[in-house]
Each structure stands twice: as C-alpha cells, then as structure tokens.
T-cell receptor
Framework: GAVVSQHPSRVICKSGTSVKIECRSL??????MFWYRQFPKQSLMLMAT?????????EQGVEKDKFLINHASLTLSTLTVTSAHPEDSSFYIC???????????FGPGTRLTVT | DQQVKQNSPSLSVQEGRISILNCDYT??????FLWYKKYPAEGPTFLIS?????DKNEDGRFTVFLNKSAKHLSLHIVPSQPGDSAVYFC??????????FGTGTQLKVEL
C-alpha cells in the first residue's frame, strides 16, 4: 500500500513556458501532500505543503506565484512551474501522507530541464 | 540552520557485515524520526521509523536506535547486501507535520 505516482517522469521545456507536474496517491486518500526539490548531491528541500481544498503553505524563499500548487481532490495535487527559467531545472518530488502517522510516501520524481 | 545532520557523506561496508548510519538533530521538539533510502533519479523509499517514546524499533534487517539525551539516532542494517547500496536520509518531524531531512549518506556495500 501507500503508492504515490508522479507524471511526467521527465520533461524538457523552453524558457518562458509553463510546466505542470501531477502527483497522485493511488491507494489512499491524502489531505496533505508535499512538494520537494532536490539539487544534485544535495538533500531534499521542502517547497510547499499542499492542503486539499485550501491554499498551499509555502516555505520561506519559495515564490508562490512561480510555483503554483493545486490540491483539488484527496488523491491529486499539481505543481505548475510558471515562466520557467534554466535555473528552475531540477528534480521535483512529491509525497503524500496517509493519516494518522507522519510517514510520507514519495513519488518517483520528475526531472525538469528548461532550455 | 541544519537541524538534522548526517556527518558522514559516505560509508563503505563489506557484504554480510553491519552498516551503521548515523544522524544527529538539534531541535528537541522533534518527536518522530524516519529513515529513507534513495536511488538516483528516484523518489525516496520509506524504510523504518521511530517515535520519541521508544529507543529502538526493528524491522527485518533494519533497526533504528534513538538516543534522545544525545539527540542522536542510528540505522543498523545487518547483514548488508549489495542491493542496499543507495543514499540514506534520516528525517525528523514534530506534531505530525512536515519532515526535515538530513543531508544523506551514500552507502556502498562491496562484494
């Protein structure tokens, strides 16, 4: 159980365009999902907490207008990188937490490359 | 401010021996600790967790030890297998909220 999927697994886009990444919990309902970013050889950096039916909570330093998060249902959260720039190229990973424990289960990640 | 630290960036162990990965934290509010395993270009995989009310939790080859007074936890893998080679992250949480991750330790299990 506790399977999380992410789509797409890899995307290449041109600078200035927007990209949407989907995160789904496949076998449980998640009122809370999380979005992380990982730079090469670094730890996972939490970007935001996605709450079903309400606004996402962004970490300090993360631009909410650039990284749009929507959690429209108990099994789906989306991250849209707007007006992407090469510095947004990174590995984006989502996670979901089946209540009531704190364990988060992660998706396989999305490699974004902005050219 | 790195609240969760893994001071060893890498560890090399022979197959069949014990792997010990260490993690230190500074925030005394943390009440739940987790270990994740990660392969390149994949999401982390949950391994084992421990609540602050316990000092040990075991699951198969994996055992996590928690020393609250020292703000230290460790993951023991025995016996180590080549498939265990990966990056291991410890993480901490309080109040069931967001996780704070350590910097990771690259484990290499050699034949």
């Amino acid at each position: 159980g506790a399977v999380v999927s992410q789509h797409p697994s890899r995307v290449i886009c041109k600078s200035g365009t927007s990209v949407k990444i989907e995160c789904r919990s496949l076998d449980f309902q998640a009122t809370t999902m999380f979005w992380y970013r990982q730079f090469p050889k670094q730890s996972l950096m939490l970007m935001a907490t996605s709450n079903e039916g309400s606004k996402a909570t962004y970490e300090q330093g993360v631009e909410k207008d650039k990284f749009l998060i929507n959690h429209a249902s108990l099994t789906l959260s989306t991250l849209t990188v707007t007006s992407a720039h090469p510095e947004d190229s990174s590995f984006y990973i989502c996670s979901a937490r089946p209540p009531p424990l704190p364990e988060q289960y992660f998706g396989p990640g999305t490699r974004l490359t902005v050219t | 401010d790195q609240q969760v630290k893994q001071n060893s960036p890498s560890l090399s162990v022979q197959e069949g021996r014990i792997s010990i990965l260490n993690c230190d934290y500074t925030n005394s509010m943390f009440d739940y600790f987790l270990w994740y395993k990660k392969y390149p270009a994949e999401g982390p995989t949950f391994l084992i967790s421990i609540s602050s009310i316990k000092d040990k939790n075991e699951d198969g080859r994996f055992t996590v030890f928690l020393n609250k007074s020292a703000k230290h936890l460790s993951l023991h893998i025995v016996p180590s297998q080549p498939g265990d080679s990966a990056v291991y992250f410890c993480a901490a949480a309080y109040g069931g909220n967001k996780l704070t991750f350590g910097t990771g330790t690259q484990l290499k299990v050699e034949l």
